[in-house]
């Protein structure tokens, strides 16, 4: 792999010298009647020689040493595709003009880093995959996505030091529903939800761009297609994936990064500051903005805890039943007349009467009443309650910190092929530092060149009031042969199992599948949108009064059969399928299958 990326890298720099380079030739003439001229002449008639930019050789007339080496060093990097008589003529030609050759490495090298040089992959993906409005066994519901994505991947040299990197991403839907892409929508200061300018059908967005400095002894980046790796300083949008697999998070964060090491090989530790740019806004948005209570939901909970107070006063006084209805209904009378002014026209009386039920439901032993500390009586239009899970520590505006303020933290050691080894840290900073403060560690070993297995735990020191713990997730696999794009024919198989609570999975995953079973969102609930699977099933179990103290909400534990292919180099193939499927409190999620197919064009 490694001599045909150097191949690769070596006809781009002598394509990029043919045609930039304008500096005064060191090399001495070569007349027409040189053999080395009549062999590059023959190899021109059998139209393997490029010759100068405009398409032509210009024969019958004398050339530079240097216009030779040119053209010898274009037919050594695609000497595979010569046939042998060709290949011999080209070795023989390489011979004679060895230091020539050097030579010009040494001016191209040395002019390319001062002028600049970009390179484009395109990379073009199309999937297969359900997308799910509500993911439970027995209320299904969901529609098949058939997308393609196409990103376009450059990366310029600026100089021996210095690289930018930037990705173009696109989207196209073949099945006439919404393409989903984490970053695809935001939220208005009102609440409303909008679609980010860039992220429509065929729309272009910018999904990375970052530059990088190599500081330190310089790297000799020989056989390295994407430049330095060493000791780096880069600013910019720029990738993060935290442990092997990606599963608690992998997309990009705005802002800086230190590496002090190599990131290919050996030992490395990596200091970054920025935004959490793929973070899915509605799966996190409960605990950031608070959860809106409507006037509907508060007076027929009113009148729940209404009834239930009352009766349990008369049977206590023991009257006969009659007696005990009467009591019911003046309760439930009295209630009716604060409700009713949740309705009204007047701010102020909304507000009155929103506090009012406030009181009453810290008073009511309900479900609900342990809540009442973190319940604020807003009384804005449709809302009378908003229910802000972490209290007053985090009330945040609808728009605000979408993309989460994070410092990260990490170091891994990793011999290829054998084995590596990660640990690292990640903390929110302002408001949502009282929500996310987190560590882990992963690994993965090489039992045969052939077998490997892997292992990741995240554990978030914040206690969430959600199931009231400190969560924590944990995965592992293992995984037969190495699927590598560069290498055809290779293939892998894997089997993982994953368990994440809720509060360990942060907002965007590296896995399709994954996403949908930890950062599941019903689509339709009580009349609202986009509502995140483990806020909508706690708060149906206390407005309804069947909530349980030993109930766990959200989260997901499931198995991820993974199996990958490259027919031909640049191309993988791959089939995942998601099965035994269930969130903490043991409800069970559909089985789930994705198919996709990636190309890497050069």
Known sequence: MKHRLLKAAAAVVFTCAAFHVQAANPFTDVDTNSWAYQAVSKLSAENVVEGYPDGTFRGEKNISRYEVAQIIAHLVARKDSLTADQQATVDKLAQSYRDDLANLGVRVTELEKKTGHTELITELRIQDVDRYGNIFKGHTEKDNELSTRVRLNTITTVNDR??????????????????????????????????????????????????????????????????????????????????????????????????????????????????????????????????????????????????????????????????????????????????????????????????????????SGSDLASMANDLVATADGNIALTLYPMGDKVQMAWGEDEDIPIAYASYIYKKPQQYEFHVYGMRAVGPVSHIVAAYGLAGQYYVTPMWNVHAEYVKNMRKLPLNNERPYSFNYGVAYGTADVLKAKSYSIGLDYIYSQAGTYFGGSTNDIADQYMGH??????????????????????????????????????????????????????????????????????????????????
């Open 521 to 602: 969102v019903y689509k339709d609930w009580r009349g609202r949108s986009n509502v995140p699977a483990y806020f909508a099933d706690k708060m149906d179990a206390v407005l309804d009064g069947t909530d349980n103290p030993n109930r766990n909400y959200g989260g997901a534990k499931f198995f991820l059969a993974k199996a990958a292919y490259v027919p031909m180099k640049g191309l993988i193939i791959e089939a995942n399928y998601g099965f035994n499927a269930q969130d903490m409190g043991g409800k069970k999620m559909d089985n789930m299958f994705l198919l996709k197919a990636t190309a890497y064009i050069k």
């Open 162 to 363: 210095s690289t930018v990197y930037g990705q173009l991403e696109t989207f196209l839907g073949f099945s006439g529903n919404d393409v989903y892409s984490v970053n695809k929508y935001s939220y208005n200061s009102d609440g409303s939800r909008y679609q980010n300018n860039g992220y429509g059908e065929g729309e272009v967005h910018l999904n990375r761009l970052w530059t990088t400095y190599q500081f330190g002894p310089k790297q000799d980046t020989t056989g390295l297609p994407f430049g330095p790796s060493k000791n780096l300083i880069g600013i910019g949008q720029f990738p993060v994936k935290m442990g092997v697999t990606g599963y608690t998070y992998d997309g990009e964060f705005k802002g800086a990064f230190l590496t002090l090491g190599d990131y290919r090989e050996g030992g490395h530790f990596t200091l970054a500051y920025g935004r959490s740019t793929n973070i899915n806004v509605d799966y996190t948005a409960p605990m950031m903005h608070g959860f809106g209570i409507t006037n509907d939901e508060v007076t027929d909970l009113a009148n729940k805890m209404a009834t239930l107070t009352a009766y349990n006063q008369a049977v206590a006084a023991g009257p006969n039943s009659q007696q005990t209805a009467a009591v019911i209904s003046q309760a439930q009378q009295k209630v009716a007349a604060i409700t009713s002014q949740l309705y009204s026209n007047d701010a102020q009386t909304r507000a009155t009467a929103a506090a009012t039920i406030k009181g009453m439901i810290a008073a």
